[in-house]
């Protein structure tokens, strides 16, 4: 920006003179092996790739620019960042940072994002580019419900399974932009990275300023294609840890079974109903500690509450564990409630603007971790607790965004730097904890899926993908997140009808046939449901565990969009084709309608495949090309859920 081209442009840094003009000049061109981490921010990793550094230099100011970018063998895919230095005598001041910037040579894109709101999470939206920019964003402190640090840009005949689409995602938790500009001659630029909004960095002589990673990719092979890619960058390229490629444990979460109302003799007879049936992870959600009966209070006060637990975490980990069963734990550790003793010793620990009221959101505030003392108090609450009892597995969950931001601790010309030290205050005390403790399963959650990002889904192996836990929204919320993100990172749960959240009632077997698709679990009274249920319960955890390492790992096509009518279906396909489950639900009870009949893909043309719930086989090719034939029960959200396995 400040030449002949007048479009905004990728970064904007101020010199000392007040100067916004850069003029960005070769110094060299570097390619090496592998792919270098980026300082204090989750990124990819690859062996087997390789990276190009493009060095340049301000001619005035002594900025030093150098753009990243990784090629890896196995994906089709370019990880894009960008590191300022200051080179000069005088301090810079970076305005805009974007991680990534594409030009192309015209328009004739749609472009795809995946908005929402809470319960509404990841809906896909497609709009043609026009003239000017179109844009989606957060300046909430978190990549949020609202919209998702991702877009896409495909041909207007792109479809799930055919036609050119470029998809970029962010690796990033926080503020986020991602929008297009089309300027008169109907040329497109993308850009992706950090927002400007609210945003200044100051960079001393000497000092760097390392931006978030793009991701971008390629398909010829439309939507799927692109989500393929995305999968792919995640399991073998960003998702870390002892459960990076493992079966999940099955779980059950006492949150919509007894939300605050609960003490330890409850807790025990949901697990013990849940141990019969074959769930392995018990998980104790909000409520356990300080004085917590509703949200009002105790966030930042990590102290087990003796009144529900007497006992203590440690014995009630001992008797969860004595039923074969492994423990998990809910904390909310990046909050504090103003009715807390955490409040009363540090009140100026949670970000808030100085002489203004402090705006509550769900009755909490949120600490300001761009302050060093105050992340090592976070991570000390969540370690002294998972040091002292055998925790096997951590919710971590964040509910509220920020409002009058400022922080008590940093100079008033570097209050724009808040967020963003939020989040590298955030992920550096995310990185301690889970190298710490390699052995927990981390599930990051936010509102239900208001941080479900890439960044957040290197410390944490899996997301919970939303609050809303009805089969028919579920159906939306993990098609939409699809795009990005493989069914291994999406925490989703069987729970009570009718729906807490929309009142709906679904068949329990619809209900299972959704969540199986991601991380799966139950949410709620297993002791309230009749014989037949808990028999039929069994059954699907049986056939998880049987299916589950195709179902969380194998590759995942999109088939019909429940955003274009009123069907759902995908296909899992085992990384050999021997093996895949499909799903088919439709929403609204339909009368007088035919078998229904879906075109396959994913599977080996040259094998054949029995459906094993009907006993019938195919060959690969018929099923692809003319489609798989099948009768759906009646009733609404009736749906299907069939496993196809290939004969010898
Ligand atoms: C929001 C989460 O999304 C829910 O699953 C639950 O953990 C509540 N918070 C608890 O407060």
């Keep these: 920006f400040g030449f002949s081209d007048m479009r905004e442009g990728a970064f904007t840094v101020r010199a000392a003179s007040g100067s916004r003009t850069s003029d960005l000049r070769f110094v060299s061109a570097t390619a090496q092996e592998g792919k270098p981490a980026l300082g204090g921010l989750p990124a990819t990793f690859a062996s087997d790739a390789k990276t190009l550094r493009l060095v ?6 002594g900025l030093r620019v150098t753009l990243c970018y990784t090629i890896f063998e196995d994906v089709d895919a370019i990880a894009r960042s960008v590191l300022f230095e200051n080179e000069g005598a005088s301090d810079l001041h970076i305005e805009r940072a974007m991680s990534l910037c594409l030009d192309l040579t015209d328009a004739d894109y749609e472009l795809i994002t995946l908005s929402g709101a809470w319960s509404r999470e990841r809906e896909v939206i497609r709009r043609p580019l026009a003239p000017g920019e179109t844009s989606v964003s957060s300046v909430r402190g978190a990549s949020s419900l609202q919209a998702s640090p991702f877009v896409a840009l495909a041909r207007p005949d792109a479809t799930e399974c055919a036609g050119e689409v470029i998809g970029a995602a962010l690796v990033y938790s926080g503020n986020f932009y991602a929008g297009v500009h089309v300027d008169q001659h109907r040329m497109a630029r993308l850009m992706l990275g950090l927002h400007d909004h ?4 100051a960079l001393a002589p000497r000092e760097t300023f390392q931006t978030p ?24 390229h960003l998702v870390r840890g002892k459960y990076a ?22 807790l025990l007879t949901i697990a013990k109903t849940a141990a019969k049936v074959g769930v392995e992870l018990f998980v104790l959600d909000d409520g356990w500690f300080g004085r917590r009966n509703d949200d009002t209070t105790s ?16 014995s009630l980990a001992e008797q969860i564990h004595g039923l074969g069963l492994k423990l998990g734990l809910w904390f909310e550790p990046e909050m504090i409630s103003v009715q807390s003793k955490l409040y009363r010793a540090h009140p100026d620990w949670c970000i808030h603007a100085e002489g203004y009221e402090r705006v509550e959101y769900r009755q909490q505030l949120v600490l300001d971790l761009s302050r060093a003392e105050v992340c090592e108090h976070v991570y000390r609450s969540v370690r002294d607790i998972l040091a002292a009892s055998p925790i096997d597995y951590v919710k971590w969950d964040m509910n509220r965004n920020f409002t009058d931001i400022g922080s008590a601790a940093l100079p008033p010309e570097r209050q724009k730097e808040l967020a963003h030290r939020y989040m590298l205050g955030l992920y550096g005390v995310l990185e301690r904890l889970t190298t710490e403790f390699p052995d927990v399963l981390f599930e990051s959650c936010a509102s239900g899926g208001g941080r479900f990002d890439l960044g957040m889904l290197y410390y944490m192996p899996q997301t919970w993908c939303s609050d809303n836990t009805d089969a028919v929204s579920r159906g939306r919320i993990q098609y939409g997140s699809s795009m ?20 709906r009632i679904t068949p329990l077997a619809t209900r299972a046939s959704v969540a199986m698709s991601g991380c799966f679990g139950y949410e709620l009274d297993l002791n309230a449901l009749s014989a037949e249920e808990i028999q039929e319960v069994a059954r699907q955890i049986e056939r998880v565990k049987k299916l589950r390492q195709t179902l969380l790992y194998g590759r995942f096509y999109r088939l019909r969009s429940p955003f274009e ?37 994913g599977l080996n043309a040259d094998m054949r495949y029995r459906v094993e719930e009907t006993g019938e086989s195919y060959g690969g090719d018929q099923l692809m090309r003319q489609g798989l034939c099948f009768a ?11 496993t196809l396995r290939a004969l010898e």
């Excluded at 490629?245 to 003799?265: G, K, M, S, V």
């Excluded at 966030?299 to 440690?314: N, S, T």
Aim: proline share 6%; aromatic share 10%; with cysteine.
């Design 213 to 236: 990673e793009a991701l971008l990719t390629y398909s010829a092979e439309g939507f799927n294609g692109m989500s393929a890619q995305f999968h792919r960058l995640c399991a073998e």
């Design 245 to 266: 490629h493992a079966p999940r444990p099955i779980l059950i979460n006492n949150w919509e079974a007894t939300y605050f109302n609960f003490d330890e003799e409850k």
């Design 484 to 503: 990005v993100f493989p069914p291994f990172s999406m925490g989703a749960h069987v729970s009570a009808v009718p729906n807490h959240q929309t009142g």
């Design 632 to 642: 759906l029960p009646t009733g609404d959200a009736a749906s299907v859920s069939l």
């Design 56 to 61: 340049l230099r301000d001619v005035v100011s």
């Design 198 to 201: 609210d945003f200044e960095w």
């Design 565 to 601: 009518g009123d069907e759902t279906a995908w296909i899992t396909v085992a990384p050999d084709q021997r093996e895949a489950v499909l799903l088919f639900m439709r929403a609204m009870a339909r009368a007088n309608t035919m078998p229904e009949l879906v075109r396959l893909y």
């Design 299 to 314: 966030l930042g006060d990590w102290q087990v509450d003796e009144r529900k637990l007497p006992h203590g975490l440690g």
